[in-house]
């Protein structure tokens, strides 16, 4: 593959039909969102499957929590650097590497017999899933003309929405009537399926004036900003926010970041070049992603723990109850690419962090004994909010970035993704905690219960922290059912302060929406220069 550049079309002309296969958008967008479907299931399907694979390995609980964390902390920091590397050398060659090693990372934990084992290939997974997702978007931001980008990313938002909330309900399925490791055996068709359409139909577009060089020093401080601080947010919960380990590494994020920054000003070919961030759409689009995330994920974390551990339901059925959601991501995601299309993203963008603000505050609602009819409608409004955030945040962070920096900005807005969700689940179970502690003493001593240690308290607040009622086997059944009613009065409380302050972000997302506009380079894809 020669890095010689061909223009075949002006960068403000509209694309050419594409001859067969290659090149085909439609197709091309399908064999993206099989790719990216498999990456966006893995982010919330293993949960499911991390009880099984800690009786199935003898692991211990912090070594299944490593499971989610080598996963997600090998992802956020390469997200930025991996769409680099596809400006540099083409989304086709970086996003079929991607599936390859993604899917190959996967056999290769369903393989594994030790904890350590699955461990390390989740960071390749992460590793890898950094290099396919932002060079998705490279891809359909080089094949779309402008007026049809937005149902593009209308119709990859919605695989997006639909595989992190629907995997819970797919692992689910496999965990209980397969075993863990079909969990990660699926990936390995689906990936091949994937190179198979990308090897045929991907044309390997690339800017003109696509970089030439690589900003090492810039990579180095970027990626360490990036370790410290989503460091700080996995271990804030274990650590707690007012320890001094915490605020080291979120301090020393935020000095990497200011020479970072600096460093950027002064070499030749930046890896972000910060005029990017002149841009005030594009910095709304990033900060709206962000937002929208820790409002998503945030609700989403308590709301498996209130199906399962309150209602008493299945996975597979509180993954069942969770269909209204996806549903609705699944419809509104392509309507709202048309909308935006129509009206620009600023009213969508605003009209659905309203609606995510509204849903958010009627989950806040939500009680033990509330019923599926009041809990589905809830849940189908916050996939409604959610559909145009989605789509209409990436366009304008994709559309107002130059095309030969599509894969950084790509990068960008999947890095505010995971870090707004890590933000989300961090902070929000913080709010949980401090209600459950400030809470749980006095609601046990109200309902005439056994006084307990403070070593005892710890435990029993742990477990209240995701719903479950500490009782003991051979517990009498009156004692069990008054410590059952505590656990989860408790627990609705602190998820009704936690959704109040999902859905106060939310709100606040709004006036961030106001300040997005369509994409000013937007023009610039489809059909342009192609190797």
Request: some cysteine.
């Amino acid at each position: 593959m020669t890095s010689q550049t061909t223009v075949d079309a002006p960068a403000s002309g509209p694309q050419r039909p594409a001859a067969g296969l290659r090149g085909h958008p439609w197709l091309t967008l399908i064999t993206v969102a099989v790719g990216v479907m498999m990456a966006a299931l893995d982010g919330t399907i293993v949960a499911i499957a991390n009880p099984a694979i800690r009786d199935d390995l003898n692991a211990s609980f912090a070594d299944v929590q490593w499971v989610s964390n080598a996963y997600f902390l090998a992802l956020a920091v390469t997200l930025i650097t991996a769409g680099k590397l596809g400006d540099r050398f083409g989304h086709r060659q970086t996003f079929l590497i991607g599936v390859t090693g993604f899917a190959a990372a996967s056999g290769a934990i369903g393989l594994s017999g030790s904890i350590t084992a699955v461990i390390v290939f989740r960071v390749f997974q992460g590793l890898f899933g950094a290099l396919l997702m932002p060079a998705a978007l490279g891809v359909l931001r080089a094949t779309f003309p402008a007026e049809k980008l937005n149902m593009a990313i209308g119709v990859w938002g919605m695989v997006i929405g639909a595989s992190t909330a629907g995997g819970p309900i797919l692992g689910g399925v496999l965990v209980e009537h397969v075993n863990w490791q079909s969990v990660f055996f699926i990936n390995v068709p689906v990936g091949v399926l994937a190179v198979l359409l990308g090897t045929l139909i991907l044309l390997d577009h690339r800017a003109e004036n696509a970089p030439r060089s690589f900003d090492l020093l810039g990579i180095a401080l970027l990626s360490g900003a990036m370790f410290c601080l989503v460091w700080a947010l996995i271990k804030a919960p274990t650590w707690g926010w007012g320890d001094g380990k915490t605020w080291l590494f979120i301090a020393a994020s935020a000095v990497l970041f200011a020479v970072f920054s600096f460093w950027e000003t002064k070499v030749a070919e930046p890896l972000i070049p910060l005029g990017l961030f002149r841009s005030v759409p594009l910095s709304a689009g990033v900060v709206l992603m962000m937002l929208m995330a820790i409002a998503f994920m945030g609700g989403l974390f308590f709301v498996t723990f209130y199906l399962q551990n309150v209602h008493g339901m299945s996975p597979v059925k509180a993954g069942a109850h969770l269909l209204p959601l996806t549903g609705m991501m699944i419809i509104g995601s392509p309507l709202a690419g048309s909308a935006i299309t129509k009206l620009g993203p600023r009213v969508p963008l605003a009209f659905g962090m309203a609606v995510t603000a509204v849903a958010l505050y009627g989950m806040s609602t939500l009680e033990s004994d509330t019923g599926s009819g009041v809990m589905s409608l809830w849940f189908a409004l916050l996939g409604l909010g959610l559909a145009p955030v989605m789509v209409g945040a990436t366009e304008v962070i994709v559309g107002n970035a130059p095309l030969e920096l599509s894969g950084v900005a790509g990068g960008l807005q999947q890095a505010a993704m995971q870090i707004g969700s890590s933000l989300g689940t961090a902070v929000l179970g913080a709010v949980m905690a401090s209600r459950v502690d400030s809470e749980l003493p006095g609601n046990w001593a109200d309902a005439g219960l056994p006084k307990l240690t403070p070593g005892q308290l710890d435990k029993v607040s742990e477990a209240v922290q995701v719903g479950v009622a500490p009782v003991a086997k051979g517990m009498p059944e009156p004692v069990a059912a008054k410590i059952t009613a505590v656990a989860h009065d408790t627990f609705l409380s602190g998820m009704s302060l936690a959704s109040l302050v999902a859905a106060g972000v939310a709100v606040a997302a709004i006036f961030v929406a106001l300040l997005t506009k369509r994409g000013t380079n937007a023009e610039a894809g489809a059909g342009v220069g192609h190797v």
